[in-house]
């Protein structure tokens, strides 16, 4: 199976092991169910766990990208006079065969499995590839002597060369239970296990997916597994690890927290686990609560503990939550004892909490979780059933009694969807019956009957006395606890019990708790009267699960998102809820659309008698004011306090124009501006000075690089502006509904998504349209970059590489009501990280220090070190933001960093290294903290692979059921080929990985499946043979990069490919014919470069870094390269539009081609190109020939809008 986004993992009492999605409603068994198991612990991508033989087990979910290991070798040869480059080497010299530094033999042959759980891919095979560079044949590189460094060329002193042998290796037990060996004894472990704990995956992110796997022995010994990583899941060796007593049991939490209880009723903590140590360095004690209870159970997450205790006299099980637990202080401060008697609990992502019942062995949620309160509120039972609970029902001779309430077509077509979905009705079914109460209901029950009673026997109905959604209201602890006392009652109405609630005081009684009941069911559909009972068929059902561990480490818990684990319906019979849940989308779809067809109709037919009528009113008037900010044009620019009125304007042919005025006083005498709203190309919300500020272009002030800016007092005081304008906008220029399939997309360095209706003159001959005129609307959600193609595929990649596509919506976030679809709008959420900078220099006293020059950077600034931040006054992006992580040292750093994560250099600023050297007097290190933002936009999520590149092939004249090309490349450099893309279902269905020697970082394929991509060095590849019927190709043609330049992103369009480098440098390939694709040359078009796209009509767009405004430099704007036709593919010239803050834009569907038109006449003057670039203004018609160049000692201008 795919792996889910996210699950529950639970153990019986027969050792079956159990799932549950936090979008579903029932437990499913594993699918290798063979085992039996005592305890497991997950993650998101796999699962660890002791089965009843004490082996350690390891599940993998399977997925579309497999799981690979490089082995590799080096082939070393040496010239002699006699026989040139031969295998004799001298006796100083490295081995033969291998490893690349040379000391350790590694000959072909000597490679073996690590495990049965392996395979080999392929056979041995020479890298042809050097720094990104393609070899001669056969691979060879050349170089003076061992060591040094080798290069490409033979040369006439090369005595020595080598070449590097690649074989992969691929893990192919997923999806089922793979044993752990030993190295040392395939047959045994180094002891029987009985315990194990999964954690550690946010302590670094190098290497990918690397885990901290702990294990106890039956001798009370701790092990840590070495190596557990993505690329190798099943790690490599055990070590143990010393301990102060004999462990009983060990929890870790995904960071650096680890406890484990010893069997004395102590806890120990381990100290100094970081990156470059995750097996930490000593172990501190931690006393129980008190001397009579020993602690038994210890469970930990980020930063919270959760322990068991048993009562020595008592026998009592007790909850425990230990307060003041954090990264610096791991062993907390106090205990303090919560309701409820659990025989263990679980910490999980986001440090919400599971637990097991001592008597019913009942799972239960601790709700109201949150990071302001980490102990939460309450416990809640999970209700679910087992997949195996699942009745078959008749719904469909329910559904025809429900026929009256639609037409005879409505009717029809709902009876033919259900009879083709017979097979499939038990899906959507529930698996148990609910009952119904007395005047005085329950909160909640939970149902469950006996598949083998017959039609109106009584069923045996668990109900659950915690499940509610309210929190029971304050009372005495002895009313508390009487109301929670277990109870097994025979009355068929019993009174609602009360909830366990959070108490942060020890309560002197005890208690036990039990919510097992029996009830006798009292409604069906006869009692109901509606619907006959021969009608309807029995539910089977199953006794109430006992679970025996539980496991919440790969589960994460929305807060934004309810679950279904424990809201079953209360007083319907099975009946009412089989008609329920049987009305399908389809259906729902079926008569939406009738009811509108009719109401369409009947507003034709009342109005169709008015039309000679006259209008009473020619014309109205509706004005909006308010009170704003507005970031003034003069010197000394700052923000002024203004009036705001808006005035629409209806005309008599129904036309609606807007006029924005903003007033203010300039010296004591009151002038105002105005803006047509029919001129405004884009309002945006911008960053500025921590403000609630936005953004009005016009093409003028686009050209000026100078927008008027206004600010809010409050975030819903903008978002009100924003959406009143926003639709102004639009009503003006009559835009509505969602973009067309030519669209152009852009993103903003916000994440903002806005969306253009390119003109057919866009794309015109000599006299194309300015894209300053280019009117821009935002569209909800939260991405860092789109693609899309003409056929309305459009997907998108958020900061967290979380994949989403277009549902054909509109609006969503800030733009609500008529301006937004009713339907297609989706919770979105992203996440991405805030970095600050630790700077220091070096001094003869105190080495390196705080203490700077003064002429030095802030101590702690941003990246360019003319902005002061620090951890406490970092504040998130916007309002809209949350902090989801504390600050932390990123060792990912470009240029590499030392152990603790500095990168040092002779000066600041100057270009930075990870490894000291004499002539470094300054260092700095990057921190970085991570917040999320939850908005709602036309997007769903695409799980379960995360993406750092796509592209969609940008033109098709297919019909629409035909599959659409898309490859992508995941985050971890993997390419893949997405199955099943049309225009009906844009999702598609599976990915399909296409082998690589390297991690890649771009990828396009354009319009004939030319399929080009660049690796992580900086090298271009070229994939042959692509088509509809082969998607995936068969080899990869290695394509020299530009001399010296190491590329980073790659755009195909319908006959041209341009590529981009790392110096922001756009190239041309030359030479590319259908006979041979993969060209001759690169031609360099143009520098300044940020990000460009290629159209379906070759045309170019590009975000150039820096652009000459009236004020300054403008970072981050909208270019279109003028002047491309067959003969002239690179083009004549740049036309500059929206800018600055711009990240991303794809013009990949706009293949709507401008009428052709007869050529100008000869009189007729060609467009003049810009004279300067330090020429802010220019004509409507007037184009820059050259190309986007700017002084480096030109200041970027501080008071221009950014993003």
Request: hydrophobic share 35%; charged share 20%; net charge negative.
């Given at each position: 199976?795919?792996?889910?986004?996210?699950?529950?993992?639970?153990?019986?009492?027969?050792?079956r092991?159990?799932?549950?999605p936090?979008?579903?409603?029932?437990?499913?068994?594993?699918?290798?169910?063979?085992?039996?198991?005592?305890?497991?612990?997950?993650?998101?991508?796999?699962?660890?766990?002791?089965?009843?033989?004490?082996?350690?087990?390891?599940?993998?979910?399977?997925?579309?990208?497999?799981?690979?290991?490089?082995?590799?070798?080096?082939?070393?040869?040496?010239?002699?006079?006699?026989?040139?480059?031969?295998?004799?080497?001298?006796?100083?010299?490295?081995?033969?065969?291998s490893?690349?530094?040379?000391?350790?033999h590694?000959?072909?042959?000597?490679?073996?499995?690590?495990?049965?759980?392996?395979?080999?891919?392929?056979?041995?095979?020479?890298?042809?590839?050097?720094g990104g560079?393609?070899?001669?044949?056969?691979?060879?590189?050349?170089?003076?002597?061992?060591?040094?460094?080798?290069?490409?060329?033979?040369?006439?002193?090369s005595?020595?060369?080598?070449?590097?042998?690649?074989?992969?290796?691929?893990y192919?037990?997923?999806?089922?239970?793979?044993?752990?060996?030993?190295?040392?004894?395939p047959?045994?472990?180094?002891?029987?296990?009985?315990?194990?704990?999964?954690?550690g995956w946010?302590?670094?992110?190098?290497?990918?997916?690397?885990?901290?796997?702990?294990?106890?022995?039956?001798?009370?010994?701790?092990?840590?597994?070495?190596?557990?990583?993505?690329?190798?899941?099943?790690?490599?060796?055990?070590s143990?690890?010393?301990?102060?007593?004999?462990?009983?049991?060990?929890?870790?939490?995904?960071?650096?927290?680890?406890?484990?209880?010893?069997?004395?009723?102590?806890?120990?903590?381990?100290?100094?686990?970081?990156?470059?140590?995750?097996?930490?360095?000593?172990?501190s004690?931690?006393?129980?609560?008190?001397?009579?209870?020993?602690?038994?159970?210890v469970?930990?997450?980020?930063?919270?503990?959760?322990?068991?205790?048993?009562?020595?006299?008592?026998l009592l099980?007790?909850?425990?939550?230990?307060?003041?637990?954090?990264?610096?202080?791991?062993?907390?401060?106090?205990?303090?004892?919560?309701?409820?008697?659990?025989?263990?609990?679980?910490v999980?992502?986001n440090?919400?909490?599971?637990?097991?019942?001592?008597?019913?062995?009942?799972?239960?949620?601790?709700?109201?979780v949150?990071?302001?309160?980490?102990?939460?509120?309450?416990?809640?039972?999970?209700?679910?059933?087992r997949?195996?609970?699942?009745?078959?029902?008749?719904?469909s001779?329910?559904?025809?009694?429900?026929?009256c309430?639609?037409?005879?077509?409505?009717?029809?077509?709902?009876?033919?969807?259900?009879?083709?979905?017979?097979?499939?009705?038990?899906?959507?079914e529930?698996?148990?019956?609910?009952?119904?109460?007395?005047?005085?209901?329950?909160?909640?029950?939970?149902?469950?009957?006996?598949?083998?009673?017959?039609?109106?026997?009584?069923?045996?109905?668990?109900v659950?006395?915690?499940?509610?959604?309210?929190?029971?209201?304050?009372?005495?602890?002895?009313?508390?606890?009487?109301?929670?006392?277990?109870?097994?009652?025979?009355?068929?109405?019993?009174?609602?019990?009360?909830?366990?609630?959070n108490?942060?005081?020890?309560?002197?009684?005890?208690?036990a708790?039990?919510?097992?009941?029996t009830?006798?069911?009292?409604?069906?559909?006869?009692?109901?009267?509606?619907?006959?009972?021969?009608?309807?068929?029995?539910?089977?059902?199953?006794?109430?699960?006992?679970?025996a561990?539980?496991?919440?480490?790969?589960?994460?818990?929305?807060?934004?998102s309810?679950?279904?684990?424990?809201?079953?319906?209360?007083?319907?019979s099975?009946?009412?809820?089989?008609l329920?849940?049987?009305?399908?989308?389809?259906?729902t779809?079926?008569w939406?659309?009738?009811?509108f067809q009719q109401?369409?109709?009947?507003?034709?037919?009342?109005?169709?008698?008015?039309?000679?009528?006259?209008?009473?009113?020619?014309?109205?008037?509706?004005?909006?004011?308010?009170?704003?900010?507005?970031?003034?044009n003069?010197?000394?620019?700052?923000?002024?306090?203004?009036?705001?009125?808006?005035?629409?304007?209806?005309?008599s042919?129904?036309?609606?124009?807007?006029?924005?005025?903003?007033?203010?006083?300039?010296?004591?005498?009151?002038?105002?501006?105005?803006?047509?709203?029919?001129?405004?190309?884009?309002?945006?919300?911008?960053?500025?000075?921590?403000?609630?500020?936005?953004?009005?272009?016009?093409?003028?002030?686009?050209?000026?690089?100078?927008?008027?800016?206004?600010?809010?007092?409050?975030?819903?005081?903008?978002?009100?502006?924003?959406s009143l304008?926003?639709?102004?906008?639009?009503?003006?220029?009559?835009?509505?509904?969602?973009?067309?399939?030519?669209?152009?997309?852009?993103v903003?360095?916000?994440?903002?998504i806005f969306?253009?209706?390119?003109?057919?003159?866009?794309e015109?001959?000599?006299?194309?349209?300015?894209?300053?005129q280019?009117?821009?609307?935002?569209?909800?959600g939260?991405?860092?970059?789109?693609e899309?193609?003409?056929?309305?595929?459009?997907?998108?990649?958020?900061?967290?590489?979380?994949?989403?596509?277009?549902t054909?919506?509109?609006?969503?976030?800030?733009?609500?009501?008529?301006?937004s679809?009713?339907?297609?709008?989706?919770?979105?959420?992203?996440?991405?990280?805030v970095y600050?900078?630790?700077?220091?220099?070096?001094?003869?006293?105190?080495?390196?220090?705080?203490?700077?020059?003064?002429?030095?950077?802030?101590?702690?600034?941003?990246?360019?070190g003319?902005?002061?931040?620090?951890?406490?006054?970092?504040?998130?992006?916007?309002?809209?933001?949350?902090?989801?992580?504390?600050w932390?040292?990123?060792?990912?750093?470009?240029?590499?960093?030392?152990?603790?994560?500095?990168?040092?250099?002779?000066?600041?600023?100057?270009?930075?290294?990870?490894?000291?050297?004499?002539?470094?007097?300054?260092?700095?290190?990057?921190?970085?903290?991570?917040?999320?933002?939850?908005?709602?936009?036309?997007?769903?999520?695409?799980?379960?692979v995360?993406?750092?590149?796509?592209?969609?092939?940008?033109?098709?004249?297919?019909?629409?059921?035909?599959?659409?090309?898309?490859?992508?490349?995941s985050?971890?450099g993997?390419?893949?080929?997405?199955l099943?893309?049309t225009?009906?279902?844009?999702?598609?269905?599976?990915?399909?990985?296409?082998?690589?020697?390297?991690?890649?970082?771009?990828?396009s394929v354009?319009?004939?499946?030319?399929v080009?991509?660049?690796?992580?060095?900086?090298?271009a590849f070229?994939?042959?043979s692509?088509?509809?019927?082969?998607?995936?190709g068969d080899?990869?043609?290695?394509?020299?990069?530009?001399?010296?330049?190491?590329?980073?992103?790659?755009?195909?369009?319908?006959?041209?490919?341009f590529?981009?480098?790392?110096?922001?440098?756009?190239?041309?390939?030359?030479?590319?014919?259908?006979s041979?694709p993969?060209?001759?040359?690169?031609?360099?078009?143009?520098?300044?470069?940020r990000?460009?796209?290629?159209?379906?009509?070759?045309?170019?767009?590009?975000?150039?870094d820096?652009?000459?405004?009236?004020?300054?430099?403008?970072?981050?704007?909208v270019?279109h390269?003028?002047?491309?036709?067959?003969?002239?593919?690179?083009?004549?010239?740049?036309d500059?539009?929206?800018?600055?803050?711009?990240?991303?834009?794809?013009?990949?569907?706009?293949?709507?081609?401008?009428?052709?038109?007869?050529a100008?006449?000869?009189?007729?003057s060609?467009?003049?190109?810009?004279?300067?670039?330090?020429?802010?203004?220019r004509?409507?018609t007037?184009?820059?020939?050259?190309?986007?160049?700017?002084?480096?000692?030109?200041?970027?201008?501080?008071?221009?809008v950014?993003?």
């Open positions: 199976m795919a792996m889910p986004s996210s699950l529950l993992w639970a153990v019986d009492i027969f050792g092991v159990y799932t549950l936090t979008v579903g409603q029932y437990w499913e068994l594993c699918k290798d169910a063979q085992l039996e198991f005592k305890r497991v612990s997950a993650v998101k991508q796999c699962c660890w766990g002791i089965a009843c033989d004490h082996q350690v087990y390891t599940y993998v979910f399977s997925g579309d990208v497999p799981i690979r290991y490089q082995e590799e070798t080096y082939e070393n040869q040496r010239w002699n006079p006699v026989g040139g480059f031969c295998e004799k080497l001298l006796p100083s010299d490295r081995w033969q065969w490893d690349v530094s040379g000391l350790k590694q000959q072909l042959d000597s490679f073996t499995l690590p495990s049965p759980h392996w395979e080999w891919e392929s056979d041995w095979y020479v890298d042809e590839n050097i560079e393609p070899t001669e044949k056969g691979g060879w590189t050349y170089a003076i002597d061992f060591p040094s460094t080798y290069t490409k060329d033979k040369k006439w002193n005595c020595v060369r080598r070449r590097r042998w690649i074989r992969y290796r691929r192919k037990s997923r999806d089922v239970w793979a044993k752990i060996v030993s190295h040392d004894d047959d045994r472990l180094p002891d029987p296990f009985n315990d194990i704990s999964t954690g946010e302590i670094t992110e190098e290497p990918p997916g690397r885990l901290s796997v702990w294990a106890v022995s039956l001798q009370g010994r701790v092990w840590y597994r070495e190596n557990v990583c993505h690329h190798n899941p099943e790690g490599s060796t055990w143990l690890i010393s301990t102060p007593g004999e462990v009983a049991q060990i929890s870790c939490g995904p960071y650096d927290l680890l406890w484990a209880t010893l069997w004395e009723g102590q806890a120990i903590v381990r100290e100094g686990i970081d990156r470059n140590n995750p097996q930490g360095i000593s172990w004690t931690v006393e129980s609560p008190s001397s009579e209870n020993g602690i038994m159970h469970s930990v997450g980020v930063d919270v503990v959760w322990c068991v205790t048993k009562d020595r006299k008592l099980l007790q909850v425990w939550f230990r307060r003041g637990v954090n990264s610096h202080n791991p062993c907390g401060t106090s205990w303090i004892e919560m309701v409820g008697e659990m025989m263990m609990v679980n999980g992502l440090n919400q909490v599971w637990g097991i019942g001592c008597d019913d062995r009942t799972i239960y949620f601790r709700q109201g949150t990071p302001s309160e980490l102990s939460g509120k309450m416990w809640k039972a999970i209700v679910c059933g997949e195996s609970d699942r009745s078959q029902t008749g719904s001779t329910s559904l025809l009694s429900a026929g309430f639609f037409t005879d077509d409505i009717q029809n077509h709902t009876n033919a969807i259900i009879q083709g979905d017979a097979d499939t009705s038990s899906d959507t529930l698996s148990s019956i609910p009952t119904n109460f007395s005047s005085t209901p329950p909160t909640g029950a939970a149902a469950s009957s006996t598949g083998s009673q017959a039609a109106g026997a009584p069923a045996s109905v668990t659950d006395p915690l499940d509610s959604d309210q929190e029971a209201p304050a009372a005495s602890a002895n009313n508390e606890k009487a109301h929670l006392e277990s109870r097994k009652s025979t009355n068929p109405n019993p009174p609602a019990e009360l909830q366990w609630t108490i942060d005081l020890k309560e002197a009684h005890r208690h708790v039990l919510s097992i009941g009830f006798a069911e009292t409604s069906s559909l006869s009692s109901l009267g509606m619907f006959s009972v021969g009608a309807e068929e029995q539910y089977g059902a199953d006794e109430h699960p006992l679970w561990w539980v496991s919440g480490g790969g589960c994460l818990v929305d807060l934004h309810p679950l279904k684990w424990f809201a079953v319906p209360s007083g319907l099975s009946s009412v809820q089989s329920s849940l049987s009305i399908t989308p389809a259906q779809a079926a939406r659309k009738q009811i109401l369409s109709e009947r507003t034709k037919r009342e109005l169709e008698n008015f039309r000679h009528y006259e209008q009473a009113v020619e014309q109205s008037v509706w004005v909006k004011t308010g009170m704003l900010q507005w970031w003034r003069w010197k000394p620019h700052k923000w002024m306090d203004v009036r705001v009125a808006l005035e629409q304007f209806t005309g042919d129904g036309m609606r124009d807007s006029i924005l005025f903003i007033y203010y006083m300039f010296h004591e005498e009151k002038k105002y501006i105005h803006v047509f709203l029919n001129e405004v190309t884009i309002i945006a919300e911008v960053l500025k000075e921590g403000k609630h500020s936005f953004a009005l272009y016009t093409p003028e002030r686009t050209k000026q690089r100078w927008p008027i800016c206004l600010a809010a007092t409050t975030e819903q005081e903008m978002h009100d502006w924003l304008l926003t639709m102004s906008c639009c009503e003006s220029r009559r835009i509505q509904g969602p973009p067309s399939h030519q669209a152009i997309w852009s903003s360095c916000k994440g903002d969306v253009s209706e390119p003109s057919p003159e866009l015109a001959g000599p006299q194309p349209m300015p894209c300053d280019m009117f821009w609307r935002q569209v909800g939260h991405l860092r970059l789109v899309c193609n003409n056929r309305g595929v459009v997907w998108g990649i958020g900061y967290d590489h979380t994949v989403w596509v277009y054909g919506g509109y609006g969503g976030g800030f733009i609500q009501g008529l301006a679809s009713a339907d297609n709008i989706y919770t979105q959420s992203d996440v991405k990280c600050i900078y630790e700077n220091q220099r070096w001094n003869p006293v105190t080495g390196y220090s705080s203490r700077g020059l003064p002429t030095d950077r802030y101590m702690w600034s941003d990246a360019s003319l902005q002061e931040c620090t951890k406490a006054s970092t504040k998130p992006p916007s309002p809209q933001w949350s902090w989801v992580s504390d932390y040292v990123d060792f990912s750093t470009s240029g590499g960093t030392d152990r603790e994560g500095w990168q040092y250099a002779a000066d600041f600023p100057a270009s930075y290294h990870g490894h000291k050297t004499m002539k470094d007097f300054v260092r700095r290190r990057r921190w970085a903290r991570k917040c999320k933002i939850v908005t709602n936009g036309p997007w769903l999520e695409v799980p379960p995360t993406l750092w590149d796509i592209s969609i092939i940008p033109s098709s004249d297919a019909d629409d059921e035909e599959s659409v090309a898309l490859w992508a490349i985050d971890k993997d390419v893949l080929c997405r099943g893309v225009q009906q279902n844009p999702a598609g269905t599976s990915w399909l990985h296409v082998g690589t020697d390297q991690p890649f970082i771009s990828i354009g319009a004939f499946f030319q080009w991509a660049v690796a992580r060095d900086g090298s070229y994939r042959g692509v088509s509809p019927k082969k998607p995936a080899c990869w043609y290695h394509i020299p990069s530009p001399q010296k330049q190491k590329l980073k992103q790659v755009s195909v369009g319908r006959t041209s490919v590529v981009l480098d790392k110096n922001g440098n756009l190239w041309y390939r030359q030479g590319i014919t259908p041979y993969q060209g001759s040359a690169w031609d360099h078009v143009s520098n300044n470069i990000k460009m796209s290629v159209g379906p009509l070759d045309q170019v767009w590009v975000i150039a820096k652009v000459q405004g009236s004020h300054g430099l403008s970072c981050g704007t270019c390269r003028t002047g491309v036709q067959p003969m002239e593919p690179k083009g004549l010239a740049w500059y539009g929206i800018g600055g803050g711009w990240e991303h834009i794809t013009v990949r569907g706009n293949a709507s081609e401008a009428p052709r038109s007869s100008p006449n000869a009189c007729e060609p467009t003049e190109p810009m004279g300067s670039e330090g020429n802010g203004r004509g409507k007037e184009r820059s020939r050259t190309p986007l160049l700017v002084s480096e000692r030109q200041e970027v201008d501080r008071n221009a950014n993003c």
